[in-house]
């Protein structure tokens, strides 16, 4: 039995791991290292947890899009670094320069990364999945948003919530989005995003439906289906729709049109990928991964994200 395609958010991931662990954690020549020890050492226990046959590490070519802002312009407003032109995200300092550190860590041991012109990490995570019709796909990450991809056709797609850290994951199908959503299990993952559109995510500037906090929009979503429902129910006259509900949701009209390509993830976008997304059994360029590893100071995580390659290789089975 073949391992699954394991999809990890990486900006999500390398996010948590700088707050996660302290900047005293440094290079011999003093630079911090913390984000590129956490990841790597999160990317290491993710392989050895899932076992995956593929994996691909997906990244934020475009954070905030532009199509995303043309139809919501308070979207990730509040990110926008101060002396930036609405393009640059306000990123710690002495993160940015981890960033590169990382990926060197991941060419070096041969783990695919990927991205899309235009487009965010959560789309280039919805459309890898989209893509797959083989192995099952299990997505990492520490955002709500991706729930939205989880499903059974054609392929199971399942998210493994680390939002809590990766100690407390939660392995998300669409049962489990039933379950702690409350929103239907014929289309969970889709109901998902409608979801997250009502309530509304002051983390992404997203404002919602004025009044309508998660449970009422479960409730709406489980009484008339799905968005579509709710909203030809708030114009039918002849519908039981409360007075009090039809009149939020008129007065969230102008937000009800445009949000929904804004919450929803892209299963489309132009996704490129590094190179092969197998799986390595050992780093395909292991002096590059030694020399980082002794520049870093980072011979330990290395060597856990080195042995973890082997041991999952070895068997190739679902852990």
Known sequence: MTGPLLLLDGASLWFRAYYALPESMTAPDGRPVNAVRGFTDMVASLITRTRPSR????????????FRV??????????????????????????????????????????????????EADD??????????TD?????????DLIQVVGDDPVPVRVLYVGRGLAKAELLGPVEVAEKYGVPLDRAGAAYAELALLRG?????????????????SGLLVRYGSLAGLRAAALDDSSDMAKGIRAKLAAAEQYLDVALPVVR?????????SGPDALPSAPVDPRRLDEVAAELGIGASVGRLVTALAAASADGVVA
Request: glycine share 10%; hydrophobic share 45%.
């Open 55 to 66: 994996v691909v590490v997906c990244l934020d070519l475009d954070w905030r899009p532009q």
């Open 124 to 133: 280039v995570l919805g459309t890898l999945a989209a893509r797959e019709r």
């Open 201 to 217: 995510d002051p983390s992404d500037g997203l404002p919602g439906v004025k009044g309508v906090g998660e449970k009422t929009a």
């Open 265 to 273: 993830v892209a299963r489309d976008a132009p996704v490129e990928v």
């Open 70 to 119: 043309d139809a919501v312009p308070s979207y990730k407003a509040h990110r926008v670094a101060d002396d930036s032109d609405g393009t640059v995200e306000e990123v710690p300092d002495t993160l940015t320069p981890q960033v590169d550190m990382i990926l060197d860590v991941l060419a070096g041991a041969g783990i695919a990364t990927a991205g899309a012109v235009g487009f």
């Open 136 to 144: 099952t796909v299990v997505v990492v990450s520490g955002d709500r």
